[in-house]
């Protein structure tokens, strides 16, 4: 089984829509982060967590939130998704500050 | 603030052959860690080597290789022995070693394409 999962895989929603993406990892590591992968500009960071009472909000977390359920979950929501926010995302975890992230599968979304 | 940049949005080699992907980097920092991931087309990110700054020795794995050049700020990736499973998106990562985030910063990507 894949140490770190995301859901869904693929989704594909409206404007103005409420929206949740999880991430779950077996992994045992403290530290998770959202990723936004957008054509040309690489990967960016949304928010990360160090534990679950530490959140904090990484260079484009306008338009987002995220809620750290357990060591293990780590959710991110678009509360009223728009177009611009169309880009594939990704979860990555890491044990410890400066160690090797690994990183989920990816979802795919898509706003129209 | 520190910067990756991959000049070479695409590249193509031979199968067998060895391919050389470019990375530069900005940062007044003296120590941090450097990264190549891969993205094949299933879209996993998957961590192909990662150097130290405060190494001078040139990490290796199998057919992968870097030439660190901390003077110069650059952190090319060769692949020797290319094969048809390397075709994928590399990106180079850059690592604050004194980061209080881990945050890893992100060059654009390059396409590489292995050509039967």
């Known amino acids: 089984d894949a140490d770190v999962t995301q859901t869904p895989r693929n989704r594909i929603t409206k404007t103005g829509k409420r929206i949740m993406l999880e991430c779950s990892q077996t992994?045992?590591?403290?530290?998770m982060y959202w990723y936004r992968q957008d054509p040309g500009l690489g990967l960016r960071l949304i928010y990360y967590?160090?534990?679950?009472?530490?959140?904090n909000k990484g260079e484009i977390s306008d338009g987002y939130s995220v809620s750290r359920q357990a060591q293990a979950k780590f959710s991110l929501s678009l509360e009223s998704a728009i177009p611009n926010q169309t880009a594939l995302y990704f979860c990555?975890?890491?044990?410890?500050?400066?160690?090797?992230?690994?990183f989920g599968p990816g979802t795919r979304l898509t706003v129209l | 603030a520190q910067t990756v940049t991959q000049s070479q949005p695409e590249m193509s080699v031979q199968e067998a052959e060895t391919v050389t992907l470019s990375c530069t980097y900005d940062?007044?920092?003296?120590?941090?860690?450097l990264f190549w991931y891969k993205q094949p087309p299933s879209r996993q990110m998957i961590l192909v080597i990662r150097?130290?700054?405060?190494?001078?020795q040139n990490a290796t794995e199998n057919r992968f290789s870097v030439n660190f050049q901390k003077a110069a700020k650059s952190f090319s990736l060769k692949i020797s022995d290319s094969q048809l499973g390397d075709t994928a998106m590399y990106f180079c990562?850059?690592?604050?070693?004194?980061?209080?985030?881990?945050?890893?910063?992100f060059g654009q990507g390059t396409t590489l394409q292995v050509k039967p």
């Open positions: 990555a975890t890491g044990g410890g500050v400066t160690d090797t992230q690994y």
């Open positions: 992994k045992g590591h403290d530290r």
């Open positions: 967590s160090f534990d679950v009472k530490d959140i």
């Open positions: 940062t007044s920092e003296n120590n941090y860690y």
């Open positions: 150097q130290e700054a405060y190494k001078q």
């Open positions: 990562a850059f690592m604050k070693y004194s980061s209080n985030t881990g945050k890893l910063i």
